[in-house]
């Protein structure tokens, strides 16, 4: 079998290291000579990720237009540079300029995304070659090639282990595990997830460790993390709920406003014999202000609001729909490790010959207390068991923990160097007043067994100065307990009250250490295998976990009470999964698992998904079949993670959210949204902001849809009955363009409606215009084309001009939607409270600048010859403001009548 065919394999972590050499023909003690080297580089490419295929920026930007909401601004702008009304053109134009630029910037979040994932690859590698040692760039590894480990060391390409002495990694960030992984250099079943591989040493992961080597099996592409990179490549975007129901909406506006003007023209040329081109102008200024043209202008500077304000909580919005997204999710699914918690191994119960404990403090702050069962404090120091299991816990560790320099009086974070689960058992010790360094001063480190996985135990000698020499032993319990005599006191080894506390342990989906001494003689300053024999006694154990973050807890609980199911998917094993989502009060019974995937139609999965909160051992390729299951089930997912792991999956889902601290820059460049303190509680949060941002952008077209119906119903209207009409098409044209965009903002910058997240989130199926909602649009429609003609035709009977009876019915107009307004503020609540005026500033604003302008335009000389207006007198303005005024009581008695059926949303 050929080396080309054999380096594509996927399985190598099935076979030993022996048929691995002898099949990609390397000599361990030599390396590949660099004639071959040269050749392997040919065939198999530099160990890097190859850039995709990308569309060239003209196309990306012409597709940006590729929208039927786009197709209608563009007639939009075209019929009102028609009409002369250059400026009205210029709004419309620019704001479809303006959302292209926006898409075409956006676009490319794969191609970054590939890019963090291959700036994970280690710079440099040791590597044999010709026989000797050499510093390389990890570029130019290839298949065959022998590579050394080092504690620290990133590695720099899949490698299948020939040697390994106490060697571990941390592979959080591709397989979701807290602690570091023991590596070993046996076969493991071809079926074994990636996580179990203990032969293989993962490209990108961190050696924490120990020390090894290996032969690189996979570079590039080929390795997990480039197989990764190709699924984020793979999966398509979705559309966000709001560009859905947009385009919805566009498409049904569009063939409604057409049909409505083609059917107008013929009306009024064939019926009711009016010339052509009069026709033809009043239909295309019936089309301008059937078109909400604002719409997208709106909907953009609500999102960038909303942007702005969840910069101010720790969400940075890298893509705008994202924002409204949040509002709409129904799911979040969120990795466990650094997401849900604190990526964080903590020391959580400590048993103790005669009693056991419970520790508080997360992470590795040296902050909290311990507790007795009854919820008593003790103090360590005033009891000699807890005692001498720190001062093993300390001394038997070769980790250590300190804060970061020059933040201690801000509360700087305290680091870890070492293995996570020996950082646990240091911050345990430092909880108790211990300090490590006057530890080591104290008791010197004579000589040291480091932990192996064959072992699974540590044992350290040492001595204090005045002759006494101690053993100290930690490790696997059962390996422990075979090598203790009796407890701490010397009091009879009790083996089931120890091994029924080991089950306790791991049954709460705890890692359990045991700690152990025994005496040395003074004149031994090593320690050997031969030392490891039944003299030991019992400490205790300790129980350690990544535990859940406090405030996720709370949040989970509050996205919960806003209907929104949340699902932990990590690749950790099942009871440890499961142990930490009944902490987060999820429904952790009955675990799925990858293996159970695996053996799962689409459809059975779709039913598994939905009754399941908590998926253990899932990789990658399960985390996109389960949120595709759920979409499938019509759910709006968002994804939240800090991985590499989850970068396909960011990408995939709905909204992608991105842990910015301590995730990796594969997971920020897929995520829509990044969260710069890497806390689930601001997944909270943003839901909130996006459901404010969604309320206001429907507030918007609440307002919008109405004011814009109303003033192409009297121009319909008007042809239809063969009325004259009471604006004219310029007229109209004024209107829309100082109260379209201009009023509908002010709704743009609304606060948050009372609980809004004490209802659950909207289907994603919902329409924009609901039913409710339809049917407030007709009715505002019908009130303010009955106040239009109400006052043209009461000027006209009073014996005023055509003039002033237009220029009477045109602020009219603009009066009924200034009240409206007001009336929009709040779904359904009354208006009938202050707040309605101080709640949002904004809205006064734009009411004093439209007064204003409404004035010019009524008194201006300039606007009065432009738009043929006159001066009103005060009977005039006075039915003006009457109109305005009964279009709020009007609306306000309708809100009641909704209000009294139950109805609190539209």
Known sequence: MSESRLASTSHWHALDGEQVLQRLQVDPADGLEAAEVARRRARHGANRLPDPPRRPPWLRFLLQFHNPLIYVLLVAGLATLLLGSHVDAGVILGVVLINALIGHIQEGKAEQALAAVRGMLAARATVQRGGERHQIDAGELVPGDIV?????????????????????????????????????????????????????????????????????????????????????????????????????????????????????????????????????????????????????????????????????????????????????????????????TRNEMTAVRVVLPARELSVTGTGYAPEGGFHAQDGSVLHPDSDPAMQALLHCALLCNDARIHREAGTAEHGGQWTLTGDPTEGALVTLAHKAGLDAADAARTFLRLDAIPFESERQLMVTLHHDHAGHHELLLKGAPERVLALCTCEAGGRPLDRARWLAAIERAAGAGERVLALARGEGTADRHEVTLDDLGPRFELLGLVGIIDPPRDEAVAAVAECQRAGIRVKMITGDHAVTASAIGRQLGLRAEGTLTGDTIDTLDDAALRHAVMATDVFARASPEHKLRLIAALQAEGQLVAMTGDGVNDAPALKAADVGVAMGGKGTDAAREAADLVLTDDNFATIARAVRQGRVVYDNIKKSLMFMLPTNGGEAGVILLAIFAGLPLPVTAGQILWVNTVTAVTLALALAFEPAEPHVMQHPPRPPDESVVTRALGARVLFVIALIIAATFWVFHWELARGSTLDTARTAAVNALVACELFYLFNVRHFTRHAWRLETLTGNPVTLLVAGLLLLVQLAFTYAPPLQALFRTTALDAASWGMVLAMGAATFLLVELEKALLRGGGVRRL
């Open 148 to 340: 050394w480990l080092e504690p620290g060391d990133r590695v720099p390409a899949d490698l299948r282990l020939l040697q390994a002495r106490n060697l571990r990694t941390v592979e959080a960030a591709l397989t979701g595990e807290s602690a570091a992984v023991d590596k070993a250099t046996g076969a493991t079943a071809a079926s074994a997830p990636v996580a179990d591989r203990q032969g293989i040493a993962f490209s990108g992961t961190l050696v924490a460790y120990g020390n090894g080597c290996g032969v690189v099996v996979a570079t590039g592409s080929a390795t997990e993390i480039g197989h990764i990179g190709q699924l984020v490549s793979g999966v398509q975007t979705l559309a966000t709920p709001l560009t859905r129901r947009l385009d919805r909406f566009a498409r049904q506006i569009t063939v409604f406003i057409l049909g409505v003007s083609l059917l107008t023209l013929a009306w009024g040329h064939l019926v009711a014999g009016l010339p052509l081109f009069d026709v033809f102008l009043a239909v295309v200024g019936l089309a301008v202000a059937a078109i909400p043209e604002g719409m997208p202008a709106v909907v953009t500077i609500v999102l960038a609001i909303g942007t702005r304000a969840m910069a101010h909580r720790q969400a940075i919005v890298r893509r705008l729909p994202a924002v409204e997204s949040l509002g709409s999710v129904t799911v979040i699914c969120s990795d466990k490790t650094g997401t849900l």
